[in-house]
Structure formats: C-alpha cells, structure tokens
C-alpha cells in the first residue's frame, strides 16, 4: 500500500512513519494539511493517517477533500489525536474518517488499522472491478438489445434511442432529415417460392446493401418483417430521392432472382419518402405514415421505384420510376 503520513510536529510524524516503514509499506510524509493535499493531487495514497489538529488545514478538512477527489479508488483515512479531541471523534466520522489512533501512537495498533485497512481497500476495489464489469455487460446487452438479431442492424427500439438526438438536432440546430421506409416487393411471395431460409439471406443482404452503401451519417434500421427504415441527415427531397434511389439501384443490382417479382424478375425494392419535420415524439407518427402512405404509392405504381410525400396539402407526390425496368 502507499501511504500517506501528515503532522505538523516532526518528533510526532516521523515515527509514525517510521514505523510504517518498519512494516513494509511505502510511505510520504507531509509537514501539515496543505502540502498533504499537494502531494494527494499528484498521487493517489491508500491509506492517509493525520494528525488532527494541524495549522492551515486540519486533519478533518484535509479528509473532506480528500472524500470529494474524483479518482475511483478508495482512500482509507486514519486520523490521530489525543484523548482531549475525542469529542470530535462522531465529527471525524461525519467527514469521512476510516479509524482513529490515539497519541502516542501504538505500533502494535498502527499494525492492527493496516490490517483493517488493507481489508477495506481490496474490498473496495474488487467492488469496483465488479461494477465495472457490470456497466460494461450492460452496456453490452443494451447494444445488444438495439440490434436486429438477423440482420445485425439498428431495429425500432434503437431508432426510437436516436430519435431523440433527431428531435434534438432539428429544435437546436435546425437539422434536415429524411425517412425513407422500404420494403422488398413480393417477398411473401419469395419465401413461398424460395423457403423461408433463403428468405432471411435476403433480408440480410438487402439490410448489409442498404447500412453498406448509405453515408456514414445516415441511419438503417430493420423497421418489420421486409421492411426497413432509413434516415438521411441534411437532406432536402431532391438530396433524399438521389440517395434513395441509389440504394434502389443497389438492391437491384444484387440480382437475386424472384421470378414472382413481375416484370422485374430479381428482387427489389419500393421505397416512400417524407421529411421529418416534427419537433416532438408525438409528432413523428404523422411523418411515418406519410412515408408509408408514399410507399403504398410507389407498391400501387408498379413496384421498384420511389415516391417522396410533401407534408403541404398543396403539393402532390413525386414518383420517381425504376430505371431498370
């Protein structure tokens, strides 16, 4: 252990750390409070014993500073006084104190608050490795909990996680984003045709082309059964209708062949556009239903292209055609 021995009273202070030495711990001696403070900033101690009346900080105060250092492991601190401060022994403890010492200083008694010391330190670290490892495992399963167990992306409860930030980018910085919801057209029909096995290969591919291809500060999530969302940042309908029809482009690139998809004849994508223009969670709905309402358009206009919703009565949907096809 390293310790830290503080008295203002050199014939008091050196054989208390003398003794320490005797025991086999590693010692610094501190003249009062304030080099004692001075030296506990620069290197953590694992155990102080302090006088406890001393000039500029006394050994109570020094103790509370010590109680409210940041660093995460504990300090135990012994406080040595006379039988004429024992009144002050219920503040001591108050303020932090581990143990008291009475003067003069026992070395059989020194020896018995290491003891205990060392005890209470190694207790207070295996506590902290613990949590630590608790923190860390629950961190772990929140990650864990976030992802869709197929796929590997985002699923709903992580897109309702960054929402927030969503929300709180537009309201303080005026933020643009986009929802793009998309769906593989006729999949039901795949998995009947294909199985179910060969199915979940397609939704993996698609959700690994649609995280794959997007920008770094866009978002994918698995939103349903074939369906997934995307979020792109800073976007505008023109910006938002280029990228998704990109990753359009991309799934149908992958040439997995459905031959139920007609006319296509490999799986695609339908996508539906809305601008996120709420401020509040309650208001995300109603943009969710624009983009699915637009989706619904782009499944009824023949599948495989993009359909951007406009929040304003006055404007129609824009319908962008595959190019493939």
């Known amino acids: 252990m390293n310790i830290l021995v503080v008295g203002d009273k050199d014939h008091e202070r050196q054989p208390v750390a003398e003794a320490v030495r005797q ?9 009062d409070g ?33 109680r409210l250092s940041p660093h995460q492991d504990y300090t ?14 219920l503040a ?14 026992s070395p059989i008694e020194l020896e018995c608050r290491l003891i205990s010391a060392q005890r209470v330190i190694k207790m207070h670290r295996e506590l902290t490795q613990t949590n630590a490892q ?10 864990e909990s976030r992802r869709d167990a197929l796929t590997g992306v985002g699923n ?38 294909y199985g179910h096995l060969e199915g979940d290969k397609v939704l993996k591919a698609v959700a690994q082309t649609l995280e794959g291809k997007s920008r770094s ?37 992958l040439d997995v062949e459905h031959k139920r998809n007609e006319p296509y004849g490999k799986v695609t994508l339908s996508i539906g556009l809305s601008r996120l223009s709420a401020t509040k969670p309650a208001e995300v ?6 983009a699915d309402d637009a989706l619904y358009q782009s499944k009824n206009e023949g599948r495989n292209r993009i359909t951007t919703a406009y929040s304003a009565p006055a404007q129609a949907s824009i319908t962008l055609s595959n190019s493939s096809s």
């Open 23 to 31: 025991l086999g711990y590693s010692v610094v001696e501190a003249a």
């Open 34 to 66: 304030t080099y004692a403070w001075a030296a506990f900033t620069r290197t953590h101690f694992d155990v102080v014993i302090s006088d406890y009346l001393m000039p500029e900080m006394t050994g109570l105060e020094l103790c509370r500073k010590v």
């Open 76 to 89: 135990y601190f012994v406080i040595v006084s006379t039988r004429t401060e024992s009144d002050n022994v």
């Open 92 to 105: 001591g403890f108050k303020s932090g104190v581990d143990d008291y010492l009475a003067k003069p200083v």
């Open 134 to 143: 608790l923190l860390h495992l629950s961190n772990e399963l929140k990650m």
């Open 156 to 193: 709903r409860l992580k897109f309702q996680d960054d929402l927030k930030r969503f929300l709180d980018e537009r309201r303080r910085y005026d933020h643009k984003f986009y929802l793009g919801l998309c769906d593989i057209d006729n999949f039901k029909l795949y998995n009947d045709t």
């Open 217 to 253: 500060s866009d978002s994918c999530y698995r939103y349903g059964g074939e369906e997934f969302l995307l979020v792109f940042t800073e976007q505008e309908a023109e910006g938002a209708e280029r990228v998704a029809d990109r990753l359009r482009v991309a799934i149908e690139q």
């Open 285 to 290: 709905d109603a943009c969710l239903k624009r």
